[in-house]
């Protein structure tokens, strides 16, 4: 049983726009979450948390929103650039480490010049 | 180095065979985690390393599986009687502590023919 889901396997919008991701999760117990940006070949390198007390972290372009009562969040990208172009994971814990981190199956988005 | 370092990049072998990967973490990082990624899925937690005791070993998939640490430093993780069901990319991170940033390698692609 998924935890942590990103239903969109993949996402295109062009350069200077807006990029959404979104991620669900059905474990209450979760109060840390994380994005993760892949490039292939490479390991994911951590882009923005946001902890349960919070609705919203930013951090330059990248913007976590979280929605405690729906179980969801989201990561807006703005604007988009090209170099962005990479899977993207969402990740849920409880107690708010890295230690073991629950991922989603990640979203593939490729942002067109 | 400068980041975690794991090899070999990738390893072809043979229905039941033993494998072994190898994790080199970045220098006086204490927390050590080990996840795979298969096809088309998230990354899964196998197991953490605190120093070179393992707290959590929940995540390993069966007995076939065993990982080690020494010196606070590289890890290995081993695969016996390796079945096709194991291939995937293998990542290794380490963090300073459980609860800072995990930076990951670029992982182990092992695939099992």
């Known amino acids: 049983d998924q935890q942590v889901k990103q239903n969109s396997p993949s996402l295109s919008v062009q350069e200077g726009r807006i990029s959404i991701l979104n991620c669900d999760y059905t474990n209450s117990m979760f109060d840390y979450f994380l994005w993760y940006k892949k490039y292939p070949a490479e390991g994911p390198t951590f882009l923005i948390s946001?902890?349960?007390?919070?609705d919203k972290n930013e951090d330059g372009r990248f913007t976590v929103f979280l929605n405690k009562s729906a179980k969801h969040l989201s990561l807006h990208i703005v604007p988009s650039q090209p170099g962005d172009s990479a899977v993207y994971f969402c990740?849920?814990?409880?107690?708010?480490?890295?230690?073991?981190?629950?991922f989603g199956k990640g979203t593939l988005l490729t942002v067109n010049p | 180095g400068a980041g975690v370092s794991q090899s070999p990049s990738n390893k072809v072998t043979e229905k039941g065979k033993d494998v072994e990967l190898r994790c080199d973490p970045i220098?006086?990082?204490?927390?050590l985690y080990w996840y795979r990624q298969r096809l088309g899925q998230g990354l899964e937690f196998l197991i953490y390393?605190?120093?070179?005791?393992?707290?959590?070993k929940s995540g390993l998939p069966s007995d076939r599986f065993s990982a080690e640490r020494t010196g606070e430093s590289v890890s290995t993780l081993t695969i016996q009687r390796t079945q096709q069901e194991d291939s995937a990319v293998y990542l290794c991170?380490?963090?300073?502590?459980?609860?800072?940033?995990?930076?990951f390698g670029q992982g182990t692609r092992l695939t099992v023919v």
């Open positions: 991170a380490s963090s300073l502590t459980r609860d800072t940033e995990a930076f």
């Open positions: 946001i902890s349960s007390i919070k």
């Open positions: 990740a849920a814990n409880r107690g708010g480490s890295n230690y073991k981190l629950t």
């Open positions: 220098s006086g990082h204490t927390a």
């Open positions: 390393f605190q120093g070179n005791s393992a707290p959590d």
